[in-house]
């Protein structure tokens, strides 16, 4: 029997070279050992073949639970420009993360080498001889014991705002994974990892003009954010092209 592909996240952006969509959370990028079907790249690739396009490029990727923008490169002009862009770090990528814990200073750079832990493939870890990992982070709201962080990834590891924040003594809501301390908050527990990729800017490889695309914060996390008290402390822009 033929699977259908899962419906298409809403677009937040496209033109004849780039597509960026705002994956949900809970859907797996592309097909792997224990998700072979339904995933993002099923969507995707069975929306272009209904408007007779080629399939496009994932350029990047997010975790199954982190929410938010997923950018795709429709052309070979686009696949080669965002690699070449990614590679020497001119990509930015801002993520929203709901944190239990404190983080002193409230904004920094966190440089930490990274790897995976040999002991547990599904983590990354902290080690001397890791790669070079930075994060860079802002607190923009606290209440109680947690708060709400804007990150930056600098560098590309797996797993690599969690691993960071978490290192750091504020790991993300809800991701036990990461939470060495094994807390089980009972008083606000979280229903998924709360991390959100809010904005992705780049120069768009066709243009040169600098592309910035926003992806609004999902329902569960501004519902979240209400019970927790916390107080966002920036508007949601629209998306914006640069002339």
């Known amino acids: 029997m033929t699977t259908l592909p899962p419906p298409v996240p809403s677009v937040l952006y496209e033109d004849y070279d780039l597509l960026i969509v705002n994956k949900p959370c ?11 079907v339904g995933t993002l790249v099923d969507a ?28 795709f490169a429709k052309t070979e002009r686009a696949r080669r420009g965002l690699a070449r862009q990614f590679a020497c770090r001119s990509v930015h990528k801002l993520y929203l993360a ?5 983080l002193e ?21 902290i080690v001397p001889t890791g790669q070079t990992s930075q994060t860079w982070y802002s607190v923009l709201a606290s209440s109680g014991a ?22 750091r003594g504020a790991p993300l809501a809800g991701d036990i994974c990461y939470d060495e301390l094994h807390r ?8 998924r990892v709360m991390l959100h990729a809010w904005r992705f800017s780049c120069t768009h490889p066709a243009t040169g003009l600098r592309l910035q695309v926003t992806a609004p914060m999902p329902r569960d ?23």
Request: charged share 25%; hydrophobic share 40%.
């Open 26 to 36: 809970g859907m797996v990028v592309h097909p792997a050992y224990k998700h072979p």
């Open 184 to 191: 089980q908050d009972t008083t606000a527990p979280a229903a």
């Open 221 to 243: 996390m501004k519902l979240y954010i209400d019970e927790l008290a916390l107080e966002v402390g920036f508007e949601d822009p629209a998306t914006v092209l640069d002339t």
């Open 146 to 167: 947690y708060a709400l962080v804007l990150a930056e990834p600098r560098t590309g590891r797996t797993h690599q705002i969690r691993a960071h924040l978490a290192w």
């Open 98 to 102: 709901i944190v239990h814990g404190m």
């Open 44 to 71: 995707v690739f069975a929306r272009q073949a209904e408007r007779h396009e080629p399939r496009p490029w994932l350029v990047h990727r997010l975790d199954r639970e982190t929410s938010g923008a997923v950018v």
């Open 105 to 125: 200073p409230v904004s920094g750079l966190i440089d930490a080498p990274l790897q995976r832990d040999p002991t547990d493939r599904r983590r990354t870890i």
